[in-house]
């Protein structure tokens, strides 16, 4: 039996377990975090990620915890509504949100019984044919998969560093008290920054921040309680509520600076790196986690259809992933522009699409240009 150890057990470690122990891999997965992952934010799997969860055969369990369609409120600086999108009007047809916690729950529910999941552990060496773990273990491997998001170790020690490319922005996520009486998500928009509060009722309630920041990694190096407040403490509505709460556990906040990763192979011999390790595309495409499902449902695909010879698993594999990722990098680069408009006509420009997407002529192209994501 061939034996895959992969490093990271968010999205793109867990489907590369789930698809690989389906055609009779033997897989470990070795997580540096002590216990699985909760909450987090809500993720939207669309296209090529919702099609791979339907061939893995995770939507009926997804479909069980989705957050389902929501109404959107667009604020002015003070919490007053500027405009509301109903939530019938933000449906499009294939698509499923859930929180990423859930996600990940969901993959593990998949892959527990039959993969060796070991939590508090890495991979100290390794790049084919042994894999020597923290835990003192050492493991033949035919293929070593790094998945181990942005900051990839298993990218560092087989390719070297170089390859994440900062951008100026930092971003947060973090649970909040539910408040609202119905679904729903208020946005603030302004130059350079956005705050949003989904609240999706008891223990579904997050809140997200995103703005322009020229020095991340002092923004990083304050911490989330005094980076925040100083970018949106002139807000009203829920914000003021939402940084109170931050407040009170600041550790359990998701607090990061913006990075791409752009290489020019994501394999070298029998190591391959997935999903954000290999090609982060970002939250300002909001395409990562379908990217990861679909990237390691694809992989199990080339090494079923290749047999032994993993090189040239892997150099198809890449060869038709590639335009997809290159895609959803250029749209990160565009979508910077909607999380952190330039300008306050940027601004403006942005609420008039969204005004757009109410009027009933509209909808139904901007429901299909989504559906074609
Ligand atoms: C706010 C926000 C909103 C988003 N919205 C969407 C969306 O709507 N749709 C979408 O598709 N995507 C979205 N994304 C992107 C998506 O969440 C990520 O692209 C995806 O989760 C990446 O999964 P991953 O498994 O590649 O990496 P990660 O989730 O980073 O997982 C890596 C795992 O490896 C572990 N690890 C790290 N180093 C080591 C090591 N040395 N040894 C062992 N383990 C290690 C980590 O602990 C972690 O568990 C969003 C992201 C953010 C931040």
């Known amino acids: 039996m061939r034996r895959a150890v992969i490093v990271g057990a968010g999205v793109a470690g867990l489907t590369t377990a789930l698809r690989l122990g389906r055609d009779g891999w033997d897989t470990v997965v070795v997580e540096r975090a002590p216990a699985r992952r909760t909450g987090g934010y809500v993720v939207n799997l669309i296209g090529p990620g919702y099609d791979a969860a339907e061939r893995l055969g995770l939507l009926p369990a997804l479909e069980a915890r989705s957050v389902g369609p929501f109404t959107s409120v667009l604020v002015h600086p003070d919490g007053r509504p500027k405009l509301t999108v109903p939530a019938a009007l933000t449906e499009i047809g294939r698509s499923v949100s859930v929180f990423r916690g859930d996600l990940e729950a969901v993959l593990h529910e998949a892959v527990r019984d039959h993969t060796d999941l070991r939590f508090g552990t890495t991979v100290e060496a390794g790049e084919g044919p042994e894999a020597v773990l923290s835990d003192g273990t050492t493991l033949a491997a035919d293929l070593l998969v790094g998945a181990d998001g942005v900051r990839s170790a298993t990218r560092a020690a087989v390719f070297g560093d170089g390859h994440q490319v900062d951008l100026p922005y930092v971003i947060a996520a973090f649970p909040v008290a539910d408040s609202a009486p119905h679904p729903q998500a208020t946005t603030f928009i302004g130059p350079g920054r956005t705050a949003a509060l989904i609240d999706l009722g008891p223990g579904r309630a997050c809140a997200f921040f995103?703005?322009?920041?020229?020095?991340?990694?002092?923004?990083?190096?304050?911490?989330?309680?005094?980076?925040?407040?100083?970018?949106?403490?002139?807000?009203?509505?829920?914000?003021?509520?939402?940084?109170?709460?931050?407040?009170?556990?600041?550790?359990?906040?998701?607090?990061?600076?913006?990075?791409?990763?752009?290489?020019?192979?994501?394999?070298?011999?029998?190591?391959?790196?997935?999903?954000?390790?290999?090609?982060?595309?970002?939250?300002?495409?909001?395409?990562?986690?379908?990217?990861?499902?679909?990237?390691?449902?694809?992989?199990?695909?080339?090494?079923?259809?290749?047999?032994?010879?993993?090189?040239?698993?892997?150099?198809?594999?890449e060869t038709g992933l590639r335009p997809a990722v290159v895609r959803r990098q250029a749209q990160a680069r565009r979508g910077m522009l909607q999380y952190a408009p330039p300008t306050r006509f940027h601004v403006w420009l942005g609420d008039l699409m969204i005004r757009a997407v109410t009027l009933p002529g509209v909808r139904g192209l901007v429901r299909r240009a989504a559906a074609r994501t």
């Open 210 to 317: 995103a703005y322009r920041c020229e020095t991340p990694l002092e923004a990083l190096r304050r911490g989330p309680v005094d980076a925040l407040t100083e970018a949106f403490g002139d807000l009203g509505g829920g914000i003021p509520d939402a940084l109170r709460h931050l407040g009170r556990d600041p550790a359990g906040a998701y607090f990061d600076a913006v990075s791409q990763v752009v290489m020019p192979r994501w394999s070298s011999g029998r190591t391959v790196l997935l999903g954000d390790a290999a090609w982060c595309v970002t939250v300002f495409a909001g395409h990562g986690a379908g990217l990861a499902l679909a990237g390691a449902d694809r992989l199990g695909t080339a090494l079923r259809e290749h047999g032994t010879d993993v090189t040239q698993a892997l150099a198809q594999w």
